[in-house]
Each structure stands twice: as C-alpha cells, then as structure tokens.
C-alpha cells in the first residue's frame, strides 16, 4: 500500500490524453457549474472513466462524519455501492493523505475493513478534497479484478482532480449560501414593505389597501397623491415587493432640487465623452430597473425635457442614453409620486398634459394624519414594537393615556414620518417602561383647540425654528418636512428667508 502526503508528493507529467482532457474538462465546472446537486456527479463521471474503476464514490463531510453524495458502478447494481471501505475513507480524510493500493486483502492495517474482505476488493484509490487544509470530502475507487490498472499516474491524476474540484465544491457552496441570503433578504423585505406594514384602520386607509389589492399584479402606471410624510415610497414599495415583480429591482430616483442635466444622466444614463465628467459609458436607472419597478418622487419637478423623454418610456418602452443614439428597450413599471396636485400643474402649463394621463392610470391619494387620527394609536404601537427590536427589549415599552391623547391633539405637518420620529426620541429619552408627556419634548403638543391649524403650524415651524438658531436645514429635518417645504412656508407667512 502507498500512504502519500499531498503536500510533499511531485505529480507525475506523464498523463493520457483521456486524463489531460479530464482535467480540463473539470477546471471549466469552476466558472460554470455553481449548484452541488450538478456538480458532484460530474465529478465522479470525470473520475471514472479515465482511470477505469469498478465503483467509484464521492464522500462529503459532515459535522465529524461524511455520507455518499455520489456512487457509481460498471455493473448498475446498487447494492454493490453500499459495501466500501469506510476505513480507507477515514484514513484518507482524517490523516489528508492520499491512498493507493493493489492489494487491500492482505494488508494488515485493512484486516477489520469487512467491505473490503466480503467484497474481495483489491485496489484501491482513495484522494481527499482539500482547500486549505480543510478537508471537503473524498473520492474513492477501487476494483476487483485488475490489479494493475490502479498506477502512481492514475494517483497523481486523482489528486490534481481532487485539487480542482475541492475548490469547485467550495465555491458551489459559497454560491449556494448566497442564493440561499437572497432567498432570506428576499422574504424579510417582502415582509417588511408588505401591505401589512402599511398601517390604518381609517375608511380612506381601507379603501387604498383594497385598490392596491386589486392593481399589485397589472403593469399600470400608479400616480401616489399627498402630503410630505404621509408614506407615499412605502406605498410604492408596497405595490412593488406584493407584486409578480418582487424579484427584480425596486428604484426610487428624488426628482426634486436636482439640475435638469444631473437629472437626466440619472435616470437615462450617458455616453462616455456626452459632457464634461463622463469618461466612460454609465446605465440609467431605468435600465437598471428592467423587468421591476421605477419610482419617481416629485414628479412634478421634473423639467419639460425629461417629460418628453419619460413620455417616450411610458409610451415605446424605450430610452437612450445621453449622447447617444442607440435605444434600448427597457420593460419598467412606473410609479410616481408628488405631493403637489399634478392636475393643477397641467392646468399651469407647467406639466405636460399627455404625461399626466399616463402617469396617472390609476391615483392613489394619501391622507394626512391629521384627517386620520383614529390610526395614531395603532401607528404608535407599532413604531414602539420596531424600536423595541431596533434595541433588542423583548418588551416594548408601553405609552401613557395622557403622553397618547397629546399625540392624538397635535396637528403632523411632518404627518407619519414626522409621528415615527416624535416615537423614536421619546422611546430613548424614557427613563422608565412607560413614555409619559414629558418624554415628547412636549411643548409644541400643548394646543389651544381653539387655534386654528395654519396658526399651531405657524407657531410650531417658528419655535423649532428658532431652537436651531435659524438653521433651516436642521429645522427641516426636526420638523421632518423638506427644505423646499419649509421655505415654501416662511415665503408663504412673509417671513425673511435668512
């Protein structure tokens, strides 16, 4: 019997071409082949043949045993793959060394293998699979009747085979545990932008979810209607993840405060050398969106040359590039967003009229929290459910009758965007299980119900305002309103802007 070590031994160059042409063969499964229930069996045909064995196995380890993954014999008969030598397999992945011998029958060290002596094996090849000192499993052939056609050439081609396909074996695994996270990530995003995560009790909320019930499945353009914080991209991303398109890309692209020609390279991409900064050619969203979903947030912004050009994408299906003149087919669904009336801006003229109808398909208008302030309670149960998780509590704190009816007396211009965060700083702040009033940095929840609601606005907007020295943008996000919002209100109130 031959015991060689891996690490020491110098393959031999003399191979048949049958061999050579094996080794090859296998090599190109590396790039190609990246699922085991594909793979292994390859490996074994690959094995067999060139070396001419009775039986051959392929053996993967598990935990601190191994099974047979594959097994293959001359004869077709399936209960001569069960009796092997277990012991040769052992000794092989145990000790990483490779075995070759002509005659297993005498050998002292294999007188307790009783495979080996019910079977009448007498040669014997047995090669571990290693990829860094971690051994993967093992192949092993043997035969019963010639003893010669088991070779040191016949060892060294194993073992080069066993290399290549050790590394094969690994990265279909590494492919099949990344196949198995998108699957994972796939279901905890569904979940997380189902319609389910969309909370409300409210008649108008009932409504929305059973016209997204009835489009999620149709390639109709959706026009999402309200306020800023209202959840118009959860909405989307809603409509999406519930849709036959879940699996292809979700896209959402900001269109406002963003240049016309910035804009356009966004969303169609350009051609290297189309304008100075491009140096090399780069894909529009839209194409990187084929076959899923494109959200458009304040459509109404968008400038009269990207209408025409999106008006081409609704209509054809079709975009090109900037700078170029190739088109390209994309298939998108396009949902969109503003929290303007897009219906007034075509009557301004300064919204195209065509556009508008094929944006908007079907309207969706979501209502602010003000005009549904029955869900308060509801919206705020759950947000303290997410940052139970998001702090690892096994229990959520709870929230105080008089800290709930504050939330449910004040006015939301940031609506639920602006609700989530009030939560998100009061469940931090709370030194204890229960968020009481003090815990909402409450003086702008204290209103006068006799005060109208552009007048607690007004008074809100300029006190946190004021406690940011002036800072607009920090305000803004205090506030949980755009900035473009924001200064749309103090030109509104005749407030100097600085």
């Known amino acids: 019997m031959v015991f060689q070590d891996l690490n020491q031994s110098n393959p031999s160059n003399t191979f048949s071409s049958e061999q050579v042409q094996s080794l090859v063969e296998i090599s190109s499964l590396l790039n190609s082949i990246h699922d085991l229930a594909t793979l292994l069996p390859k490996i074994m045909d690959v094995a067999l043949a060139p070396v001419q064995a009775e039986r051959g196995l392929l053996v993967i380890k598990e935990n601190d045993d191994f099974r047979v993954a594959v097994a293959r014999s001359i004869h077709n008969d399936e209960e001569d793959l069960v009796d092997y030598s277990r012991s040769i397999v052992r000794r092989a992945m145990t000790d990483n060394v490779a075995i070759l011998t002509h005659d297993a029958q005498t050998d002292p060290r294999f007188s307790d293998a009783q495979s080996v002596i019910i079977k009448q094996i007498t040669s014997v090849i047995c090669v571990p699979l290693v990829v860094k000192d971690h051994v993967e499993g093992a192949i092993y052939l043997d035969a019963k009747q010639n003893r010669t056609q088991f070779t040191n050439e016949s060892l060294d081609f194993l073992k080069i085979l066993a290399n290549i396909s050790a590394i094969a074996i690994q990265n279909a695994r590494y492919f099949e545990g990344l196949a198995l996270e998108k699957v994972r990530l796939q279901s905890e995003v569904e979940r997380t932008y189902a319609f389910s995560e969309i909370i409300g009790n409210h008649p108008k909320m009932i409504e929305i979810f059973k016209l997204l019930e009835k489009i999620k499945d149709s390639n109709i353009s959706v026009l999402i209607e309200g306020e800023s914080g209202t959840g118009k991209e959860l909405v989307a991303r809603a409509l999406h993840y519930s849709s036959t398109r879940r699996s292809k890309p979700f896209i959402a692209q900001y269109c406002g405060n963003l240049s016309e020609n ?90 195209r009229e065509d556009l508008y109808y094929r944006l908007n398909v079907v309207t969706i208008t979501l209502p602010p929290l003000r005009e549904r302030k029955s869900d308060i309670p509801l919206l705020v149960h759950h947000f303290l459910k997410k940052n139970a998780q998001r702090h690892g509590d096994p229990t959520p704190k709870r929230i105080s009758p008089e800290a709930l009816r504050q939330l449910q007396s004040y006015h939301w211009p940031g609506n639920i965007r602006e609700l989530e965060n009030t939560i998100e700083r009061a469940y931090v702040l709370s030194s204890t299980s229960q968020i009481e009033p003090e815990d909402l940095i409450s003086p702008h929840f204290e209103t006068d119900p006799d005060q109208t609601l552009r007048h607690i606005t007004k008074q809100h907007v300029l006190k946190v305002l004021k406690d940011c020295e002036g800072n607009k943008k920090k305000a803004a996000e205090l506030l949980d309103v755009s900035l473009r919002w924001l200064h749309y209100k103090l030109n509104e109130w005749h407030i100097e802007s600085d």
């Open 262 to 351: 910035l804009l356009e390279s966004e969303l169609f991409g350009h051609k290297r050398g189309s304008f100075t900064g491009a140096h090399q050619d780069k894909k529009g969203l839209l194409e990187i969106a084929d076959g899923g979903t494109f959200f458009l947030d304040e459509i109404a912004d968008i400038s009269p040359t990207i209408q025409a050009k999106l008006l081409r994408v609704l209509q054809d299906g079709v975009i090109r590039r900037v700078g170029d003149t190739l088109e390209r087919k994309v298939d998108v669904r396009i949902v969109s967003a503003t929290n303007r009336s897009l219906k007034k801006e075509v009557e301004k003229g300064s919204f």
